[in-house]
């Protein structure tokens, strides 16, 4: 059965651009929780700064689920990427990698990776190279995932926020090489229409190996607040029988209330489930 989700951002960022509800963790999960929404995507930047068991209070007393933690404020914020050619960042990189691992399987929560795998560069010598680097970061963020039995989650990304794995296809087979069974790919929307030459036939190839998507409209603001025709989206990943989760993660506009209650009245109709 389907279920939606809303970004939030945790008290430890500090990024205005976030795609996700800022302020009081309360007020948010109080305000999604009476929209419909049954769960969070939590945007981190830093788990030793939060409490765990504070914020999971906070959200089961609203009767929300945290679904997944998403780490691209570690490379935003901090600038740290499981590729980086220093390899003191690199091991930073690693220990709040795995921090933030430790902080979901708290929840139960899937871990999103991103932004935080880091560019390759442009040259082929480049590329290689860093490839190598992140090869290895990953091997040992996905086997410190399978100890914690949560789910590690790549997020394809289009040209304009990363220069590799653009693609569904591109990241199941990135995951295939490591044979870890807590791999999978989460889908973004907004990164899909950008990059697939068929969104709908990427779904219909890549569904095994989703493990949720995230929704925004074509110009990443809420869904219904620009040209994408969530209901043919709803009802294909209904006829192949997709279970997982869905979250909105968008522009704030516009606030968050009103992207929020947009988000909500364009997807929960067409998802009985929810």
């Known amino acids: 059965m389907m279920s939606l989700a809303y970004a939030v951002a945790t008290p430890d ?22 929209l419909g929404y049954s769960g969070v995507d939590l945007m981190l930047r830093d788990p ?32 740290l990427s499981l590729s ?4 003191s960042i690199r091991s930073r990189s690693l220990d709040r990698a795995r921090a933030v691992i430790e902080f979901a399987a708290t929840f139960g ?32 963020l996905a086997a410190h995932a399978a100890k914690a039995r949560i789910q590690l989650c790549l997020e394809p990304q289009c040209r304009y926020f990363s220069d590799w794995l653009p693609t569904l296809a591109s990241a199941a087979e990135w995951n295939a090489q490591f044979g870890e069974g807590c791999l999978a790919v989460l889908a973004d929307l907004y990164h899909m229409m950008l990059e697939e030459e068929s969104v709908h036939t990427a779904f219909i190839r890549e569904l095994p190996r989703i493990s949720a998507i995230q929704f925004s409209d074509t110009n990443r603001r809420a869904p219904g607040m620009g040209h994408w025709n969530f209901d043919e989206t709803l009802r ?10 869905i979250t909105i993660e968008c522009q704030q506009l ?10 909500a009245s364009c997807i929960l109709p067409n998802v009985p489930a929810c």
């Open 84 to 87: 980086h050619a220093d390899a």
């Open 254 to 263: 516009p606030d968050t209330r009103g992207a929020a209650a947009r988000a």
């Open 48 to 79: 030793v700064l939060l409490n765990a068991a504070e914020i999971g209070r906070m959200a089961a007393d609203c009767n929300l689920a945290i679904v997944a933690v998403s780490t691209g404020q570690l490379g935003k914020e901090d600038g």
């Open 109 to 140: 929560a899937d871990v999103n990776i991103g932004g935080l795998r880091g560019r390759l560069g442009a040259s082929a010598q480049d590329r290689e190279a860093a490839m190598g680097r992140a090869r290895t970061s990953y091997a040992l």
């Open 13 to 34: 960022t500090n990024d205005a651009s976030m795609l996700a509800a800022r302020g009081p963790l309360p007020e948010s999960f109080k305000m999604l929780a009476g």
């Open 236 to 245: 294909i990943l209904a006829a192949l029988g997709y279970s997982g989760g």
